[in-house]
């Protein structure tokens, strides 16, 4: 159903710049909010900047999600073989779960030392997913 994907000569390397462009957009916001969490902008109005920041990186995740979702659906034997990205999708559930829990215990209004540690851990996993990624075609 989905062969046309790694048959076409330009399908999977336009899901990978639609991807790219997915994860730029969902990090580069996230980075910004979390900068604003530890202190710098503090001229910024945090609940403002955390409005569109995490709207911002909700469409990035959709785009992500989509587009990977394309190229898996491609491929699913390859890249369930592939250990990066078994890794890959097993830190982006600890991302995804570390988010809830911070936003579910109000992280963005309490800015206490655990908030603050969930933030560096967010920007953490995702930059090891972003590594995860990139390392699945080398393994």
């Known amino acids: 159903m ?11 390397p336009v899901l990978e710049i639609v991807h790219i ?27 403002a900047l955390g409005r569109l ?15 990977g979702l394309l190229m898996f659906a491609s491929q699913p034997q390859e890249l369930l073989a592939n250990r990066a990205f078994t890794l890959k999708m097993g830190l982006l559930m600890l991302a995804g ?5 911070f936003h579910a215990r109000g992280g963005l209004v309490r800015l206490d030392r655990i908030g603050r540690v969930q933030t560096a851990l967010s920007l953490g996993l995702w930059l090891c997913v972003i590594i995860c990624g990139r390392w699945i075609a080398y393994l």
């Open 2 to 12: 989905f062969a046309w994907i790694t048959t076409h000569p330009i399908a999977y």
């Open 21 to 47: 462009v997915g994860i730029a957009l969902l990090v580069g916001n996230l980075v910004a909010l979390e900068c604003r969490v530890f202190g710098f902008g503090r001229g910024l109005d945090l609940a």
């Open 53 to 67: 920041s995490l709207t911002l990186a909700l469409s990035g995740f959709g785009v992500v999600a989509a587009s």
């Open 97 to 101: 779960t570390n988010a809830a829990l």
